[in-house]
């Protein structure tokens, strides 16, 4: 078994309890489409996947596909978010 860590940012963050980060323990050899399974976060909410830190999405934005085939390791951290929100002060979004 493998341990993770999930972190769920911006409108994605009500699938975390109280915003905190999700501890996740997966089969040795689980990939990132398996985590995705596992978590229930629909593929069409995701903005921006990383795993520790880099980008593992196909392009950008909802719908450009993510490296669902990438390999996950212990202690590997995977970060979520939804579109950015707009920024109050510019009405642009902030990305």
Known sequence: MIRLEVRLFNSLARYAENGNPLPLTLPEGST???ALR?????EGEIFL??????NVMRGFGPGSG????RALREGDVLSFSGPVPFSRGYGSPVI
């Open 32 to 34: 990132i489409g398996d």
């Open 49 to 54: 996947l990383t795993l520790n830190g880099h």
């Open 38 to 42: 596992h978590l229930a976060v629909p």
């Open 66 to 69: 993510i490296e669902t085939e």
